[in-house]
């Protein structure tokens, strides 16, 4: 299934429902870990979508596309790339500003995710100022199988002077670790020889 604005949505977790069996967690929108870039690139030419590259530690790349993306919640996608192989996946949305519509659309991709793969472990929970003297509420869950896994993750931030509620992101994040881990073993014996 190639990755296409219409073939993606709320629903993230349709490729992790139907690979549920196998307890192996796919990439989503149809991707398959280790996929070249073309595809991702070529969906973003097609939406219009701005593309931005990040370079990372350990050889990796991302390549953030920015929406609007048609009939979709989310706001921003980053596909990242190690040795020119995807190794993760993430999907950023707007969190609202209503604080109970923001629990609500957490509760609604975590209830995805739980549907497919069971409870998922909090790993964090809870608020603390930043250096910047910022608010940061975070709530953290992580899902992992063979190598795998999905973190759901809620943060909002807040100044002490702003009076508006808070700003913030909820991001569903897939990663292939395993593929990952052999992807920077291998480039660490190339570069011994």
């Not at 629990?103 to 995805?112: F, K, N, S």
Request: hydrophobic fraction near 35%; charge should be neutral; proline fraction near 5%.
């Amino acid at each position: 299934m190639p990755l296409n604005s219409k073939s993606v949505g709320l629903a993230l977790c349709v490729s992790a429902i139907a690979s549920a069996g196998a307890q192996v967690i796919p990439a989503p929108f149809g991707l398959k870990w280790g996929d070249a870039l073309a595809p991702i690139l070529s969906f973003a030419e097609r939406t219009g979508s701005k593309i931005d590259t990040q370079p990372g530690s350990s050889g990796r790349e991302t390549i953030d596309v920015q929406g609007p993306f048609s009939n979709q919640r989310y706001q921003r996608l980053g596909f990242t790339f190690q040795a020119d192989r995807l190794v993760q996946v993430a999907v950023y949305y707007r969190a609202p500003d209503e604080s109970n519509e923001a629990r609500e659309l957490l509760a609604a991709l975590r209830g995805e995710i739980e549907q497919s793969f069971g409870s998922g472990e909090l790993l964090e929970t809870g608020s603390e100022k930043n250096a910047d003297g910022y608010l940061e509420t975070r709530r953290v869950f992580r899902w992992e199988r063979n190598g795998c896994a999905i973190w759901l993750i809620s943060m909002q931030v807040k100044t002490a002077k702003d009076l508006g509620p808070p700003r913030g992101e909820i991001s569903v994040v897939h990663a292939n670790l395993g593929l990952s881990r052999q992807v920077e073993i291998d480039g660490q014996a190339r570069n011994e020889k």
